[in-house]
């Protein structure tokens, strides 16, 4: 049975990440409904942002059906704004501010600063035999990791890259640039 991933298409980097997928011949959808959700494997919860996101969710009435199927065991991949939907804990989000949560990890948006401060940088990332062109945006870091959670790259003291069983997520932007080495690592999670 083939294999197909989803990209939640309510903001952000849709078309980057199902070209980044489909480049690696993987099937790859954008869900917005519940039904499209549970139509796929996976899902990649892309960059944007992290507020907006979380709102855009409950008003499609995504956020509890994702939140059932993450927990439930369903592979996900968070990159940027994605990573803090993903996290347990976020510092510095929006008063009352939701997430998907299921990663065991607590992370400060905008800890690299500004959209001026965003940067690009070659990054050494486990399991990956080359560093990865990394592009941060307004990126996230994280401050606190569970004992479950796998540190795979570090920028700045902080790590920018975590897996912890089923879930994927970097602070970076791996979907820009046109090196699918982290999609990749997710694809082989999935299977």
């Known amino acids: ?36 959700l549970e139509a796929v494997d996976a899902i990649v919860l892309p960059g944007g942002e992290s507020t ?23 592979p996900a991949f968070g990159t940027c704004a994605g990573m803090i939907l993903l ?22 948006r905008n800890a690299f600063g500004r959209q001026v401060d965003s940067f690009e940088t070659d990054l050494p990332v486990t399991g990956i035999d080359a560093p990865v062109h990394a592009v941060f ?28 069983g089923h879930l994927l997520a970097t602070s970076f932007h791996p979907e820009v640039g046109g090196d699918g080495r982290v999609h990749e690592l997710f694809v082989d999670l999935v299977r």
Not at 8 to 36: K, Y
Not at 52 to 74: H, S, V, W, Y
Not at 87 to 108: K, N, W
Not at 137 to 164: D, N, S
């Open 137 to 164: 945006i307004r990126a996230p870091w994280v401050e606190e990791v569970g004992p479950g959670v796998e540190v795979l790259a570090e920028a700045a003291g902080h790590p920018v890259a975590v897996r912890q």
């Open 52 to 74: 907006t996101m979380a709102k855009l969710l409950r008003t499609f009435e995504l956020l509890d059906p994702l939140r059932k199927r993450i927990q439930g065991g369903m």
């Open 87 to 108: 996290a347990d804990h976020v510092r510095d989000g929006a008063e009352g501010q939701e997430t998907v949560g299921g990663l065991d990890v607590t992370v400060r």
């Open 1 to 36: 049975m083939p294999l197909t991933i989803g990209v939640l298409a309510l903001q952000g980097d849709v078309r980057e990440h199902v070209r980044t997928l489909t480049d690696l011949g993987v099937g790859a959808t954008t869900v917005r409904r519940a039904s499209e």
